[in-house]
């Protein structure tokens, strides 16, 4: 047994022991380090996914796929002791009776089908330590989350069975008054492929400057920096640094809200990107959201390219991009002429489902290619306290970029 493995083995059997034990309140330190691991807490996830993928790729020698997966996840954390505590997170994602899908993996076989991004296997998801001088200072150190506003230049792609998380150290302050500061140094990108595949592993020297300033009970102003300097030759057309504002606000419309958002970004190359460029990023929108529950939301959101320079175009490559331009996932990679995409948003309520429709409009920013559009609907609900249901489905309708995919889901996730 190697010590990867027996290290996985090791997390596993604790998970096990303790996830029963009585919890101590979180705000209460330990005596003793024994005592602060003995009365932590302990969760158990499940989430199984059936996910059904048609692309009409010519290239793909079969056009459908058909993944059945289960995610089991563990995870521990200890009370505090001397201002520190602990946490350890344990994924497993296996495959249940269809494995009919390009998992990435690069087993024999699987390039013939269409991707579905969630390989099988154990990974260690998240193992960190936390460091709390005070009520308004943490200091965290190792494998972590890292979600940082909409997660659209820096998230975890929850949605994927094996989630990204990051190799990293991270300071939250409250600078005083209504302002918060997050700076995170990332070493590693663990990407939703995980470690054992190519690729999966990304070596960075990523700089994560994060500040929201409240300028009242309903407006904030958020301005940030990210500093990616990827370290493999095969990433070097990822490190670029960017600097961006977003605003966000809300207002009353008699017995009505009305929420906006703005944002703004700008993108250079920086290290070893073989590419010199210049790209900005625009997003604008806004939601009315009714007193019965209802709400509709317009958006627009911009991607900067050039079309007649290959890779010069906005890249946002720790983003969750699986929540942006559409769930059939056609624009992971922003095309060199970059993405205009206009999308209108109905959310709403019937009985115990929670339902949301999403159509998208989808264009070159540069030059007057049209990249075609999709149509997105969910419906969701508990179906008790511990379990839930997720109805989820993706049609996207190509034009100039890709191909037509069709996408739907059946998910059940369960806590313990």
Known sequence: M???????????????TVVGAPALAQDTEAQTLAGAISSGKGTVGLRYRYEYVGDDNPLLVEDAAHASTLRLRMNYKTAPYKKFTAFGEFDYIGEILLSDFNNLSGDPGRSDYPVVADPK??????LYLDY??????????????????????????????????????TLNMNAGGNTEFKYSFVNHVRRIVGSEVDGGRHR???HLLHARVKLSDNWAVTPYYYYLDYQDAAQFTLSTATFGIRATGSMPVGENKLSLVGEFANQTEIAGNPVSYNANYYHLAADYGLKNGLSFGLAYESLGGDQNSAGAAFRTPLATLHAFQGWADRFLATPDAGVNDLFLTVKGKTGKWTLTGVYHDFSAEDGSADWGSEFDFSAGRKLNDQVGLLLKAALYDADQHSADTTVFWVMFTASY
Not at 2 to 16: H, K
Request: net charge negative.
């Open 2 to 16: 190697n010590s990867r493995t027996s290290g996985i083995a090791a997390l596993t059997l604790v998970a096990l």
């Open 121 to 126: 296997g154990p990974d260690l998801n998240q």
């Open 132 to 169: 709390d001088p005070n009520a308004d200072t943490r200091i965290r150190v190792g494998r972590q989350r890292i979600l940082l506003d909409n997660e659209r230049f820096v998230g975890g792609v929850g949605w994927r069975q094996n989630e990204q998380t990051y190799d990293a150290a």
């Open 204 to 206: 960075v020297d990523a």
